[in-house]
């Protein structure tokens, strides 16, 4: 079935540095999308990719989707400490057996040290 | 805004009893889901369903079964609970399959422990 991976688990950074999250799909994706889950809250949805090399912004944050639509990133530039929280990919497969939805990467853990 | 409703934040529980877990949105979504959040593991898909009576198996399906009777409530079941299935359960819900770019709103989760 469908995986996605997600690297690295754990992140911590100088307030101030910059951030990258990788995912990576074992088949094709149809999109991706992107949640912030805070400490002790639940995930919440930031974006979602669709075409082929999209590259989406929102503020400090830049998403990528690859070419072959079975990567994605997420760059946050010069963190704060509101940008602490664990993020997560999501990744949905091409319209095909009824049954097949979305899967979450394991998620990569941010801690921003001021 | 789309409301998630988990009728527990903090829940605990025996070895071998039944469990109930309770979801219900209040914005007419379709699509509801049940994940179990483990460090390391992420968010891992139990069960979910695309409609009223309709039920589909996620990766992890083992020792739990669901129910889905009205369209806005879904509700997660531990048919004998176990100590490995001590952990976070997120409830979400999404407007339609068939609607492309759809995102899922979560709950606010429960945590279950199994003693």
């Known amino acids: 079935g469908q995986q996605v991976m997600q690297i690295p688990q754990y992140q911590h950074v100088q307030e101030g540095e910059d951030f990258t999250t990788y995912c990576n799909s074992s088949?094709?994706?149809?999109?991706i999308q992107w949640y912030k889950q805070r400490p002790g809250g639940h995930p919440v949805f930031l974006i979602q990719?669709?075409?082929?090399?999209e590259v989406k912004k929102q503020k400090r944050l830049t998403f990528q989707f690859g070419e072959a639509k079975k990567n994605s990133s997420l760059h946050i530039t010069a963190t704060q400490t509101t940008d602490v929280g664990t993020y997560f990919c999501?990744?949905?497969?091409?319209?095909?057996?009824?049954?097949?939805?979305?899967?979450f990467g394991a998620g990569t853990r941010l801690t921003v040290k001021p | 805004d789309v409301k998630v409703t988990q009728s527990s934040r903090y829940l605990v529980k025996r070895t071998g009893e039944k469990v109930f877990l309770e979801c219900v949105q209040d914005?007419?979504?379709?699509?509801m889901f049940w994940y179990r959040q483990d460090p390391g593991l992420g968010l891992r898909l139990i069960y979910f369903s695309y409609d009223v009576k309709m039920k589909e198996k996620g990766d992890i399906p083992e020792g739990y079964s669901v129910s889905r009777e009205k369209k806005e409530r879904f509700s997660l079941i531990l048919e004998s609970a176990s100590t490995n299935q001590t952990s976070m359960y997120l409830c979400a819900s999404r407007l339609s399959r068939f609607l492309s770019n759809q995102p899922q709103h979560f709950g606010d989760g429960t945590r279950l422990s199994i003693l």
């Open positions: 999501a990744g949905h497969p091409p319209k095909g057996p009824f049954n097949n939805d979305m899967r």
């Open positions: 914005m007419d979504h379709e699509n």
């Open positions: 990719l669709v075409k082929s090399g």
């Open positions: 088949t094709t994706l149809s999109n």
